[in-house]
């Protein structure tokens, strides 16, 4: 079964900018695999940030970005808050009769 | 707006089959969309657990396929899981979700005798 990889924590200063990855072991990340990227705080249900690499929902702040970069997808935070500190998962689609990956998430610190 | 409430027994024992409830609210499933389920053991990270069109089609995690059934009642809008010969393993917060923006809040499940 395909692995999803994202990086296990990741540490960024308030205001700075910082890009969360997503790598797949059946290859590279395209369009495809309609890269989905998830914000879960402590205690809450993840909320959904980016859908189909880059599309962003009506709720998702302007400094969240989605796109593919160097085969993985990327989830890019410009001028983070600290209220951005938060566990983050992206969700691949990998294969035919729909099936999904997550990744094991990424643990982003502001500090 | 789009809400979702999961509901279902909170302690299942082993080898028993595990059932959850997924009520829609703001949003005609028959409307169209995929609706799903995923968990998320205690302290872990998130699981796909599988999907179903309003039409009845279904899709589901390879590793759990022997064991699951998800369906679907559009009169009632509403969805629902049934895993069976639940150990241990199964124990998490279970969510129901409109494919992939609308999130229920959870139902946390514990098997254990």
């Known amino acids: 079964q395909t692995v999803v990889t994202q990086e296990p924590s990741l540490t960024v200063s308030p205001g700075g900018t910082v890009t969360l990855t997503c790598a797949s072991s059946a290859g590279a990340v395209t369009s495809d695999s309609n890269p989905n990227w998830f914000q879960q705080k402590p205690g809450q249900p993840p909320r959904a940030l980016i859908y189909s690499t880059s599309n962003k929902h009506s709720w998702t702040p302007a400094r969240f970005s989605g796109s593919l970069l160097g085969g993985k997808a990327g989830l890019t935070l410009s001028g983070v808050q600290p209220e951005d500190e938060a566990e983050y998962y992206c969700?691949?689609?990998?294969?035919?009769?729909?099936?999904?990956?997550f990744g094991g998430g990424t643990k982003l610190t502001v500090l | 707006q789009v809400q979702l409430q999961e509901s279902g027994p909170g302690l299942v024992k082993p080898s028993e089959t595990l059932s959850l409830n997924c009520a829609v609210s703001g949003y005609s499933i028959s409307s169209g969309y995929y609706w799903g389920w995923i968990r998320q053991p205690p302290g872990k990270g998130l699981e796909w657990i599988g999907t179903?069109?309003?039409?009845?089609?279904?899709y589901y995690n390879p590793s759990l396929k022997s064991r699951l059934t998800i369906s679907v009642d559009t009169s009632k809008n509403q969805f629902s899981l049934r895993l069976s010969s639940v150990t241990a393993a199964d124990t998490a917060l279970y969510y129901c979700?409109?494919?992939?923006?609308?999130w229920g809040q959870g139902a946390l499940v514990t098997v254990s005798s």
């Open positions: 969700l691949l689609y990998c294969g035919g009769a729909q099936h999904w990956v």
């Open positions: 979700v409109r494919l992939f923006d609308y």
């Open positions: 179903i069109h309003h039409s009845g089609s279904t």
